[in-house]
């Protein structure tokens, strides 16, 4: 060997130390040892078991510049050498073929980054070039366990015997050249003796038998087709694509079907083993002076119970709606018909009938899962009316309001909805449903402006009454009367009466009633949080790698912040209004239901605390967006486009309206919690810091202005908490934190 190649085949500079040499050996042993061990491709693995061969003459001629001779490999036959070289059988389809191909290109493409020398990338690439002509050689070859070969020597074997004489075996005279003269009178030739061939006679024999049975084979296909076809059957032919296509998608189908219908039932069990756990919880607590066991099961049981409860109520209210509307359906029924009956007519080879019977199938199936959707978006919007409801009376009986016209039109709307979903009507009662939600937040800010109006006439009468009195005490230091200090403590016990009559004039009203009820519970459990890079190539330096994360449960708004629900919280004097002009939604006409966007940090959690609530940890926020199964988009791993988020498209911001939309426009893009809006529309805020260590606070999910790329649940930005945009909003979580948010 040369000394530049064996310095080569170390990846080393000629020169090199023998230190350097030993170590650069014992390391390319040691990965040629691995790559030999993992790859799959024998043309690969023998390319490196000869560049392992080498290494030893590699570093014996770097130490000692000689060059001792490498035994060659002994030569197998090409075409079996083909075969093994894609890790085949002799004889393999053309599509296993293709894709042992495709998959040792891709393996050859990885190591070839990989390698850590000059000469080892030569390697790859002679290993590729030899898979190259593999597959051209298999890719070539006939069906057939022996390649043809059977057929072509048949063929030889006809061809010799005909234009042959019989005799021995010789062996082939070399090449001649034959001149051919033209004779002026030529004479008739001899008239030679014709040889007998038996096994002329014998092909005659069989062209006779092929011509007669393919003429009556014609004769019955022209008086009985039906008859000839149903001998297709027993034929081994490969079923035809369109039937193969038209089977998959429905079978694809019918899976899902069964899959929603056992995550329907786990989802009613789950709930009822969590409520049964807190009332075990309940019946074992210590009760404290009032009974209730507060100080011994925890300060929120009270609301976290009424949530599982109502969460179980909501489960099995989809489980038994489902099951007796849509899993014990005509479409279902008909759907599984059609399937046995399109496998009959497959096994009939009647493939055109049983296409068609497929094609039937997938139109009942989608029905039924098209049903099952709007069954949970039905049942998710009675749950939000409920909660409305709820906020509604609460504020109404602490207040001492009755029902006036909205919250009555809001509940006739319940009733008429339920009615609906009893009968089965899903499409139907979402809308009755949305109005009724609609109504009792009407009401419940109607109540909200006249409860506060009356607390400012209460502040008012307490500083007229405060002037008064003090007005009172000094005119009767002034003027001394016999029944002074009588009168004094007189007007004193009154006034005292009166402010303690005044003083709290409506109960007041909690958080919990001031927020709007739409929480969707997080189980707790690990999830993949960061960047997967088995299904995204491109995950960048601003995310985390992918790796297991633990989250406690807790429970997320199912929407975005609203304008709306934003301008109670001014109202009531505590949030600062956020800032307006621009793509601003405080302030624009027909913005109520859009993100309230264009506020700070700061603004966000008062908010949430106010409606007594929190902001997510980014750890929250992702799982919520992304469930447990690592995907990319809270969709599933699909690209994102303007079906599923409200995102920059084309150069078109907001998908063309040049602003945000209503929140949950996007009934697509939902999580796999349900959560709408968990990619596009606005950016979150969370509550965690920004590891580059200046006060940033860390933003996720995407906005109107960011394209598909940023659509991706692993996304995240990093803003200064005083920073107001137009692309950034929010929306709260309650329960404890115990994330790792970086917070004092």
């Known amino acids: 060997m040369e000394l530049k190649r064996a310095f080569d085949t170390l990846g080393l500079e000629p020169g090199a130390s023998t230190e350097d040499i030993e170590a650069a050996y014992r390391r390319l042993c040691d990965d040629f040892d691995a790559r030999i061990g993992r790859v799959t491709s024998l043309a690969l693995r023998d390319r490196y078991a000869a560049a392992r061969g080498e290494l030893e003459s590699a570093r014996t001629a770097a130490l000692e510049a000689a060059s001792p001779s490498v035994d060659s490999a002994p030569a197998e036959d090409p075409a079996a050498r083909a075969w093994a070289v894609l890790g085949l059988e002799v004889g393999a389809s053309s599509l296993e073929v293709a894709s042992a191909y495709v998959s040792l290109c891709e393996e050859l493409d990885r190591e070839l980054e990989s390698a850590p020398t000059e000469a080892l990338r030569r390697r790859c690439l002679e290993a590729r070039a030899e898979i190259e002509g593999a597959y051209q050689t298999c890719a070539a070859a006939p069906l057939g366990g022996d390649g043809g070969a059977g057929v072509a020597r048949y063929e030889t074997q006809v061809s010799e015997e005909a234009f042959e004489p019989s005799a021995p075996a010789q062996p082939a005279p070399a090449p001649r050249t034959i001149q051919i003269i033209a004779d002026p009178n030529p004479e008739p030739p001899a008239r030679r003796k014709r040889r007998r061939r038996p096994w002329r006679r014998a092909f005659a024999a069989v062209a006779m038998v092929i011509f007669v049975a393919g003429g009556a084979v014609g004769a019955a296909w022209w008086?009985?087709?039906?008859?000839?076809?149903?001998?297709?059957?027993?034929?081994?032919?490969?079923?035809?694509?369109?039937?193969?296509?038209?089977?998959?998608?429905?079978?694809?189908?019918?899976?899902?079907?069964?899959?929603?219908?056992?995550?329907?039932?786990?989802r009613a069990e789950r709930t009822a083993a969590r409520l049964e756990a807190l009332q075990a919880d309940a019946a074992t607590a210590t009760p404290t002076g009032d009974g209730l066991g507060e100080a011994s099961i925890g300060p929120g049981f009270g609301i976290e119970f009424e949530q599982a409860a109502a969460r179980a109520e909501l489960a099995r209210h989809l489980h038994e709606l489902t099951e007796r509307h849509i899993f014990s359906s005509s479409a279902l029924a008909e759907a599984f018909g059609h399937m046995e009956l399109a496998s009959e007519l497959s096994a009939a080879s009647e493939t055109d009938r049983a296409v068609a019977a497929y094609a039937e199938a997938r139109a009942h199936l989608e029905a039924t899962l098209e049903s099952l959707d709007e069954a949970e978006s039905a049942l998710g919007a009675r749950f939000e009316a409920i909660d409305a409801r709820g906020a509604w009376l609460a504020l109404a009986a602490s207040a001492g309001f009755e029902a006036g016209?909205?919250?009555?039109?809001?509940?006739?709307?319940?009733?008429?909805?339920?009615?609906?979903?009893e009968a089965g009507n899903f499409a139907g009662a979402i809308p009755e449903l949305r109005r009724a939600s609609q109504h009792f937040r009407t009401a419940l800010d109607e109540a909200r402006r006249v409860l506060a109006s009356r607390r400012e006439a209460f502040e008012a009468q307490q500083q007229s009454l405060a002037g008064e009195t003090q007005t009172g005490t000094r005119e009767a230091s002034d003027t001394p009367r016999d029944d002074g200090p009588e009168t004094a403590s007189n007007a004193t016990g009154d006034g005292s009466r009166r402010s303690r009559a005044d003083a709290d004039p409506l109960p007041a009203v909690s958080a919990s009633d001031r927020a709007e009820v739409k929480l969707v519970?997080?189980?707790?459990?690990?999830?993949?949080?960061?960047?997967?890079?088995?299904?995204?190539?491109?995950?960048?330096?601003?995310?985390?790698?992918?790796?297991?994360?633990?989250?406690?449960?807790?429970?997320?708004?199912?929407?975005?912040?609203?304008?709306?629900?934003?301008?109670?919280?001014?109202?009531?004097?505590?949030?600062?209004?956020?800032?307006?002009?621009?793509?601003?939604?405080?302030?624009?006409?027909?913005?109520?239901?859009?993100?309230?966007?264009?506020?700070?940090?700061?603004?966000?959690?008062?908010?949430?605390?106010?409606?007594?609530?929190?902001?997510?940890?980014?750890?929250?926020?992702?799982?919520?967006?992304?469930?447990?199964?690592?995907?990319?988009?809270?969709?599933?791993?699909?690209?994102?486009?303007?079906?599923?988020?409200?995102?920059?498209?084309?150069?078109?911001?907001?998908?063309?309206?040049?602003?945000?939309?209503?929140?949950?426009?996007?009934?697509?893009?939902?999580?796999?919690?349900?959560?709408?809006?968990?990619?596009?529309?606005?950016?979150?805020?969370?509550?965690?810091?920004?590891?580059?260590?200046?006060?940033?606070?860390?933003?996720?999910?995407?906005?109107?202005?960011n394209g598909p790329r940023s659509m991706r649940s692993s996304h995240r930005e990093a803003a200064s908490p005083s920073l107001r945009h137009e692309a950034i909003g929010f929306r709260c979580v309650q329960g404890a934190l115990v994330a790792d948010t970086g917070t004092p």
């Open 223 to 266: 008086s009985d087709p039906e008859w000839v076809m149903s001998f297709k059957r027993y034929l081994p032919l490969p079923p035809a694509p369109e039937l193969v296509e038209a089977q998959t998608g429905a079978e694809y189908l019918r899976r899902r079907v069964a899959e929603e219908r056992r995550d329907i039932e786990q």
């Open 521 to 705: 519970t997080i189980p707790a459990g690990s999830f993949l949080y960061g960047c997967n890079g088995i299904v995204d190539l491109q995950c960048p330096d601003s995310e985390a790698p992918g790796r297991r994360a633990d989250v406690a449960a807790f429970g997320i708004d199912r929407t975005e912040v609203r304008v709306s629900e934003f301008r109670t919280c001014v109202e009531a004097g505590v949030c600062q209004p956020p800032a307006r002009g621009g793509s601003c939604n405080w302030g624009a006409i027909g913005r109520d239901e859009h993100p309230v966007n264009c506020v700070d940090w700061d603004q966000a959690a008062t908010y949430c605390a106010w409606v007594g609530k929190r902001l997510p940890a980014e750890e929250e926020w992702e799982k919520a967006a992304r469930g447990t199964d690592g995907r990319t988009y809270p969709w599933g791993d699909e690209s994102a486009s303007c079906d599923v988020a409200i995102m920059a498209s084309g150069g078109d911001p907001g998908c063309g309206s040049s602003s945000t939309a209503p929140v949950g426009s996007r009934e697509g893009g939902r999580s796999p919690y349900g959560l709408f809006d968990m990619a596009g529309n606005v950016l979150e805020w969370t509550v965690s810091l920004h590891e580059s260590g200046n006060g940033s606070r860390v933003l996720r999910g995407g906005s109107w202005l």
């Open 405 to 421: 016209d909205t919250a009555l039109e809001g509940g006739q709307r319940l009733v008429a909805a339920d009615e609906l979903l």
